[in-house]
């Protein structure tokens, strides 16, 4: 057990709809991590959050929006979705905004868009 | 951050130590190299990390060459809850914000 909690663990939503995926980190940890893991795609760095504020961008497409809140849970909203978000979205937290930091990686919550 | 070539796949037998190999040719001289592994679809969890010198813990052994060219992830005993995907990345420590850029990593297959 990382610490970091993600919920839900599954979801199964509709092309077009709106999800959001929530995170709480480990206790202590300020910087959040959002990754997703595509069969075609592997794992791919999405956005990262440091105390409230975003710290750094990946791929992540316009569609997909994330913010970390006063105590320090995160959550990635995903909205118009289609066929190829389907995919197992990873939340990491580490105690500082820093590579040198390992990062903890929650159980991941697997979406199927249908 | 530099970029890192392994073995798409390897198998090891249980009990043997298993040596998953890392390419890094064009790593600079402030680049860490990681290890993270994946156990089917679980979160990635951290290994071990290096800068020059060897690194033990008691998960696994980092093995840097001198020219830091390559490394080498030792795994000493391995056991069939070993099985999972490897990832070797080399990244900048200083200045960066912690971002993790994965490959494709190494498939290790432990069998009885």
């Known amino acids: 057990d990382s610490g970091v909690t993600q919920t839900p663990k599954h979801l199964i939503t509709a092309t077009g709809q709106r999800v959001t995926l929530r995170c709480s980190p480990r206790?202590?940890?300020?910087?959040v991590y959002w990754y997703q893991q595509s069969l075609d795609q592997g794992l791919q760095f999405l956005i990262q959050?440091?105390?409230?504020?975003?710290?750094a961008k990946g791929n992540i497409l316009e569609r997909f929006s994330a913010q970390q809140f006063p105590d320090l849970h995160s959550e990635l909203n995903l909205s118009s979705l289609e066929l190829g978000d389907s995919a197992l979205y990873f939340c990491a937290s580490s105690v500082i905004s820093s590579s040198y930091n390992e990062q903890f990686f929650g159980p991941g919550t697997r979406l199927t868009v249908l | 951050d530099a970029k890192t070539t392994q073995p798409t796949s390897m198998d090891c037998a249980e009990g043997r130590a298993a040596n998953l190999p890392c390419n890094h040719s064009t790593i600079s001289g402030n680049e860490y190299v990681y290890w993270y592994r994946q156990i089917h679809s679980q979160g990635p969890q951290y290994i071990i990390h290096?800068?020059?010198n060897n690194e033990t813990n008691e998960m696994a052994s980092l093995i840097i060459t001198e020219d830091r060219k390559s490394s080498t992830l030792i795994l000493p005993h391995a056991t069939l809850r070993d099985t999972a995907v490897y990832y070797c990345?080399?990244?900048?420590?200083?200045?960066?914000?912690?971002?993790?850029?994965f490959g494709q990593g190494t498939t290790l297959q432990v069998k009885p």
């Open positions: 206790s202590g940890d300020l910087s």
């Open positions: 290096g800068l020059k």
């Open positions: 959050y440091y105390n409230g504020e975003e710290r």
């Open positions: 990345i080399v990244r900048v420590v200083e200045g960066n914000t912690g971002k993790l850029i």
